[in-house]
């Protein structure tokens, strides 16, 4: 028997557990607060990284790498800042054997890094914008870890840019919002609300932050990605200044945006079920799985010949071949399911004869398995994929819909962040939202950019609102 | 006018750090012994990781990615491991705000974590081989530092695989140790000697240690990537076993292997020349720069028109159209000469009307540009590159032929490491490799794997002698 991974429904955080552990997506590590990503999990990983590279250099940017290492007097520069990051600070106080006169900092964000090299490179406004995106690991210490969603080192990628106007600063900060909305939904298949973090919520050291937050399984938000206007904020402790075209010194304006390996997590809880992992097509490290059925030595070459056929048809499907010994073709059917594996192909003698092969959709599992003649695999298979893509993200969209109240009163408010988003009519007061965060444990995750319109009266005090903001528990 | 870099012949090493700055690959950081990547550099160590990536893939190898942090204790278990590291030790010694009960080190390298974590995975044959590969960044404390060569924190990948056998590890390390040679000669353009390091130059606890070494264009070696058999140091002191086909507890034969951001200066240095840098096609960010010329606006029309049937020409060629204002054609020419640039394309008012475009191969500045009809480059230019690509790799070969000696005495061998490589036979003792080190400042890069047959009489001692080894100063 293959494992079973705990029901969602009996403990959505054990099964999700199961799920990152079973499908051999990460580990814990030996040190505290820290993960292993094991291979299944990095190659999830590394097709979230390709997605969003590819829509980065389309928009301009470049990437670079900045040291992992930062003074502890850079970060101490921007009040909000330090005050935000620095209870999660790891700090190397030693190196080569001495203790170091200055402590170093393992970055937690690079905003400080970046201003000390953009102030040294930058000169006048022709070296604008300057668009650098890394990817690397950051550490914020943690107390209370889970895998992918929080832990004390992550991986992730930090934009940094450079603009010489208010204007053009603005407008990187929501194209970079959409370059987010648009790799979440149309390739991870995760349905997500662009919006601005409240005040409480936002980039410590930042003017304003917008985010893109997805709806887990459970009704819960996960915050999916954040982009950043920064302002002058940083430029102005920094020093990071430009000739302008009028030859005058201006601070430049910046943003900082990123994603991390939380996005591996919000597409294990936007779509597993019961049976485990539900991957998408364009994430999944394997979006086809081929099992071979035979008995006898002559069935086998009829079968593997088949199996030929279909691998040479496809050639650029991510396929694997299960062909493991000593395993029933039901033991492999359950272990590729947990693991998430779009399309099953089986291909028995049977299937040989009638010149067909048997396909199962995981996004369907439980459902009969349609027959598909296997001269028309190079066509239908793809279609298929892309059939599981859309109905992946529509399934999403659907469950978001059903779990998205619309209160009217407190008490309404109470019980709809029980079960998913509510949005609600805020006047934007710390007070209000803190009330409704020690009552329910539910925080602002944003003020969407697509309001309905109107003004109304806040949830909590009933004074005059102009927006309204989704309120929910969160990861 | 444009910057110009040091010339090679009066200071080879104010040459390389002029190329490394001017070309704008990287930069120093204000964090001692550390480096900022800059864009152009990074996309260089892109297309490295691509090459080796795509190799270490198609040799059944998979991603993931190991904790920073390495608890001190682990570091301690492998007497020779914890005692070749330990001087390079970077120590996180508070987290969250509070002293760690037992420091962390940031990781030098990974075999100790590896093990830790293969313990608990792998339980019998059946789990093995376990091929995997991390790309990361690594730290170890460094008071001298040169950009790219020797930095406290640089990016590399490891290589850590688990083997039932011995031969069946030792294959592996073989395996990885021609993937580096086919990826540094075929992809680099860089030649290297495949040899087993000494004793004293191997992996600190390891059995055996083989590196690709190359020569720099002062005649200095570099070695460019390592591939170690560990045999079971590792296994026996962390205990991690397996059941073997007979059910019996076995401790795993293990290797590992890595190639770091350095390879980026072996590209430098290999190839460079006094206009500055000088990429190969297959390593370069950008192939073809293409510097349109203009006076009136008509032509420009034609010009960029001329312009758009090149770039639609060649999708598959990294190309960059320098159509910046305000800079002359011989400024850009300088400019693109000094970044490495393979082929540059010139088009004028008098090319278009000729139907033609002007090449300027980069490896051969100063030679006449040759004219090429617009209607041909689709094949033309591709197969220059090719070229180039080729022609790097020879003169490398020739440069290094050039500078390769047999002395015979150990007068000679002096002489010898003063221009190049020394191959002399050698006892194998660490006395005679420390009598050359303290003579000459030069060190045995490898003993060959293709080596010339025969035995003769050590170049220190006199003593009967079954092998030679490489000889030279090196970074």
Redesign the interface.
């Known amino acids: 028997m293959a494992q079973k991974v705990t029901p969602r429904s009996e403990d959505y955080s054990k099964w999700y557990t199961d799920v990152v552990q079973m499908a051999e997506l990460a580990?814990y590590?030996?040190?505290k607060g820290?993960?292993?990503?094991?291979?299944y999990?990095?190659?999830l990983?590394?097709n979230v990284q390709a997605g969003l590279d590819r829509r980065f250099k389309a928009t301009g940017h470049?990437?670079?790498?900045?040291?992992?290492?930062?003074?502890m007097s850079?970060l101490q520069k921007e009040k909000d800042h330090v005050e935000g990051f620095?209870?999660?600070?790891?700090?190397?106080?030693?190196?080569?054997?001495e203790q170091l006169e200055e402590?170093?900092v393992?970055r937690p964000t690079s905003e400080t890094?970046i201003n000390?090299?953009y102030a040294?490179?930058i000169r006048s406004y022709r070296d604008l914008p300057l668009l650098?995106n890394q990817w690397?690991?950051v550490?914020r210490?943690?107390?209370r870890t889970r895998l992918f969603l929080r832990t004390?080192?992550f991986?992730w990628q930090e934009g940094h840019t450079a603009h010489a106007t208010e204007r053009e600063a603005r407008e990187e900060t929501m194209r970079m919002l959409e370059v987010y909305r648009d790799f979440a939904e149309n390739d991870a298949a995760v349905p997500v609300i662009c919006g601005r973090k409240s005040e409480s919520e936002k980039f410590a050291g930042g003017v304003d932050s917008y985010s893109i937050e997805a709806m887990m399984g459970n009704g819960w938000a996960l915050q999916d990605g954040t982009s950043h206007f920064l302002g002058q904020n940083f430029s102005r402790v920094f020093e990071t200044k430009f000739l302008n075209d009028r030859n005058e010194l201006e601070y430049i304006w910046q943003t900082s945006w990123g994603v991390s390996t939380r996005m591996v997590g919000s597409i294990i809880m936007v779509h597993g079920d019961d049976q485990g992992l539900v991957l998408p097509p364009r994430m999944a490290p394997i979006q086809v799985v081929i099992v071979p059925i035979w008995k006898s030595d002559e069935e086998r070459a009829a079968v593997l010949g088949a199996v030929q056929q279909v691998q040479a048809a496809l050639p650029g499907i991510r396929i694997r071949l299960d062909d493991r010994d000593g395993l029933t073709p039901g033991f492999k059917f359950n272990d590729w399911e947990m693991r998430g594996v779009p399309l099953r192909v089986e291909i028995g003698p049977r299937d040989v004869a009638a010149g067909q092969v048997l396909v199962a959709r995981r996004d369907r599992v439980g459902e009969k398995k349609q027959p598909l003649p296997l001269a028309g695999l190079a066509e239908r298979l793809p279609a298929l994929l892309d059939e599981i893509q859309r109905d992946l993200f529509d399934r999403a969209v659907r469950f978001r819909t059903e779990r998205t109240f619309y209160p009217t009163t407190y008490a309404e408010l109470g019980e709809a962040v029980e079960r998913g988003f509510a949005w609600a009519w805020w006047c934007g007061s710390r007070a209000c939202e803190d009330k409704i965060k020690g009552d329910t444990k539910a925080t602002s995750r944003n003020i969407p950019l697509q309001q309905p319109g109107g003004t109304g009266r806040c949830i909590v005090c009933g004074e005059q609102a102009a927006e309204q903001a989704v309120f929910a528990r969160a990861y």
């Open positions: 580990d590590a030996p040190v820290c993960m292993v990503i094991r291979p999990g990095y190659a990983w590394e470049q990437n670079a790498y900045f040291p992992l290492f930062i003074p850079f620095a209870p999660q600070f790891a700090v190397v106080t030693h190196g080569g054997g402590p170093l393992v890094m000390v090299m040294k490179w650098i690397a690991n550490v210490w943690e107390m004390t080192e991986l």
